[in-house]
Nanobody, 119 residues
Framework: QVQLVESGGGLVQAGGSLRLSCAASGIFFSDDVMGWYRQPPGKQRELVATITSGGSTNYADSVKGRFTTSRDNAKNTVYLQMTMLKPEDTAVYYC?????????????WGQGTQVTVSS
């Protein structure tokens, strides 16, 4: 099992920055991919960024050049540095661990942290 706890959300003005953290505990494997998703009000959950244990990253087009994800494998912690925030970045942000296990995809989720960007 994996437990994830996000922190760092809040209210920020457009153009500002926030840093989200996700502390993970439990059993981990080298192939686990950690990442961030978000769910804007009234919309479906969407990918923000992912990062492998080797440091390979993937970003949604809407956040490229503004958001950066990083990972501390020793601490089982993943970060999301968000800059040049826009009102459309307002959402609940969720930390995720995705695992390929016996040809099945297992997803573990944090409880989410609210990010609100005011115009």
């Amino acid at each position: 099992q994996v437990q994830l706890v996000e922190s760092g959300g809040g209210l920020v003005q457009a153009g500002g920055s926030l840093r989200l953290s996700c502390a993970a505990s439990g059993i981990f494997f080298s192939d686990d991919v950690m990442g961030w998703y978000r769910q804007p009000p009234g919309k479906q959950r969407e990918l923000v960024a992912t990062i492998t244990s080797g440091g390979s990253t993937n970003y949604a087009d809407s956040v490229k050049g503004r958001f950066t994800t990083s990972r501390d494998n020793a601490k089982n912690t993943v970060y999301l540095q968000m800059t040049m925030l826009k009102p459309e970045d307002t959402a609940v942000y969720y930390c995720n661990v995705r695992r390929n296990w016996a040809n099945r995809i297992l997803d573990y989720w944090g409880q989410g942290t609210q990010v609100t960007v005011s115009s």
